[in-house]
């Protein structure tokens, strides 16, 4: 299947607050694509034969409801195809290591966060670090942050011995 070319139009789509991960946006691109195949075979199909439609996740069901499409027309599924292309290829992504599996809530307050003040379009990538003890490092293309206890301890190390010196004597 050769990709949608993306018009002006797409720009006026949106993902949700569930489409958190470029996993979830390479799910619903191959959903969509069944089910862009699926309609398309069955407009050349015989007229009758029994095929069932395959069925959409939740993911698709809210990318679709808060865009106010219908993926029975072939324009809202070339828009779709096309927005979601464009969001695989070019949506920004920050790499966000915490010590421990952060909640769903947590991640759906963060992914709100961003997309509120960083980018409309904003994907995370969460990965796990035990070693950092608290807090959390945060990267993208080209800046690294570091906002873990294990570097605030690093920092100020010299402060903390001569306290540990000074309780003991």
Do not use: C, W
């Not at 007229?47 to 324009?75: C, F, W, Y």
């Amino acid at each position: 299947m050769a990709p949608k070319q993306e018009t002006a139009t797409d720009a006026y789509l949106s993902l949700p607050l569930s489409v958190a991960t470029k996993v979830d946006v390479g799910r619903l691109m191959r959903e969509l694509q069944q089910i862009d195949n699926f309609l398309n075979e069955a407009a050349i199909r015989n007229p009758g034969a029994g095929a069932q439609m395959p069925k959409t996740s939740r993911l698709l069901d809210e990318t679709v409801a808060i865009n106010k499409l219908n993926l029975l027309h072939e324009d809202d599924r070339n828009r779709l195809i096309g927005f979601i292309t464009h969001v695989r290829a070019k949506a920004p992504i920050m790499h966000i290591s915490f010590s421990a599996d952060p909640s769903p809530a947590f991640t759906q307050k963060l992914i709100t966060r961003l997309r509120s003040d960083v980018h409309p379009l904003v994907l995370l990538q969460l990965g796990l670090q035990p070693n950092i003890g608290a807090g959390s490092v945060l990267r993208t293309t080209n800046k690294y942050f570091d906002f873990s206890l294990r570097r605030r301890l690093e920092q100020k190390g010299d402060i903390l011995a001569s306290i540990l010196k000074g309780a003991m004597s």
